[in-house]
């Protein structure tokens, strides 16, 4: 199987984790990952909590930007966000249930916790919640150039604040008023 990414290299037998076997590419790092092998080694592993905090910053910008080829059945592969914060996005193959995972995409899922959870990444509902994620990131951002920081950090502590809050409609009303 030749590398869906570099097209010309072959992909080597190697591991991601102990016993958690893949098809790695020797020249950019990429694994090609049987959710077979996964869920086998998922249910074998109990995930670690990390003690000393979330490494949210590892960053990987490697994430092949076209879409890529299965190795194993030449269909197309679809991308899915792993999640609103990180542009990169896991390849999977609906038809051979195989993930491509770029260079060190296996160490940003571990860094957010999402190492035994891949699945729920594939989600309708996941992808959804990455979508709404970005969605406010960008109203804020786009607030942030019109109003300035200060004022988009305290409008956004009162949305917080207004979210859930018993008097939300009269508040609104109340400031909605002038």
């Known amino acids: 199987m030749k590398c869906p990414k570099c097209r010309v290299v072959d992909l080597k037998p190697t591991k991601l984790e102990d016993g958690l076997p893949v098809m790695g590419c020797p020249e950019c790092e990429g694994s090609l990952l049987s959710l077979l092998y996964y869920r086998?080694?998922?249910?074998?592993?109990?995930?670690?909590?990390?003690?000393?905090?979330?490494?949210?910053?590892?960053?990987?910008?490697?994430?092949?930007?076209?879409?890529?080829?299965?190795?194993?059945?030449s269909k197309l592969m679809t991308k899915y966000s792993i999640a609103?914060?990180?542009?990169?996005?896991?390849?999977?193959?609906?038809?051979?249930?195989?993930?491509?995972?770029?260079?060190?995409?296996?160490?940003?899922l571990k860094s957010l916790e999402l190492a035994h959870r891949l699945p729920k990444v594939f989600t309708d509902q996941?992808?959804?919640?990455?979508?709404?994620?970005?969605?406010?990131?960008?109203?804020?951002?786009?607030?942030?150039?019109?109003?300035?920081?200060s004022d988009s950090d305290k409008a956004v502590e009162i949305k917080s604040w207004l979210k859930d809050h018993?008097?939300?409609a009269a508040i609104i009303q109340f400031i909605g008023s002038d």
């Open 126 to 149: 996941w992808q959804r919640n990455v979508r709404g994620e970005k969605m406010e990131a960008m109203k804020i951002e786009r607030l942030r150039r019109v109003v300035g920081q």
């Open 40 to 73: 086998d080694w998922a249910e074998r592993n109990v995930p670690v909590e990390q003690t000393d905090g979330i490494q949210s910053e590892v960053s990987v910008d490697n994430d092949t930007a076209t879409a890529l080829s299965c190795p194993k059945c």
């Open 84 to 108: 609103s914060q990180h542009k990169n996005r896991i390849d999977l193959c609906g038809f051979c249930d195989e993930s491509w995972l770029d260079g060190s995409e296996w160490k940003l």
């Open 166 to 168: 018993d008097n939300k």
